[in-house]
């Protein structure tokens, strides 16, 4: 099983990146795919995610309406597209998969977690 992220790196503040997840060893059309960042000295949480039928999305209030979670099942991949990003969203970004039916942040009921990726965003 692998989730490898990618897509990250260094932005201005304003600017976007679109991280992308690749999928491999299970059947991803059948897990519910999660973001969830860590940044240094803070806890790590869900930022968003979409359900297993692509019909239901989550997000946390500061990434809304920034933020978009998509995903493409014959592809094994999912995306977040991220925009008017600022300093508060520098972090390590994780792809993540869930056997659920519906979208939950609680980052133990994941069961496959990609190796992260850095954001940093420059003010």
């Known amino acids: 099983v692998q989730l490898v992220e990618s897509g990250g790196g260094l932005v201005q503040a304003g600017g976007s990146l679109r991280l992308s997840c690749a999928a491999s060893?299970?059947?991803?059309?059948?897990?519910?795919i999660g973001w969830f960042r860590q940044a240094p000295g803070k806890e790590r949480e869900a930022v968003s995610c979409?359900?297993?039928?692509?019909?239901?999305?989550y997000y946390i209030d500061s990434v809304k309406g920034r933020f978009t979670i998509s995903r493409d099942n014959a592809l094994y991949t999912a995306y977040l597209q991220m925009n008017t990003l600022n300093s508060e969203d520098s972090a390590i970004y994780y792809c993540?998969?869930?056997?659920?039916?519906?979208?939950?942040?609680?980052?133990?009921?994941?069961?496959?977690w990609g190796q992260g990726i850095q954001v940093t965003v420059s003010s």
């Open positions: 060893g299970f059947t991803f059309g059948h897990y519910a």
């Open positions: 993540t998969a869930a056997d659920t039916y519906g979208c939950t942040g609680r980052s133990r009921l994941y069961d496959f």
């Open positions: 979409i359900t297993k039928t692509n019909d239901i999305t």
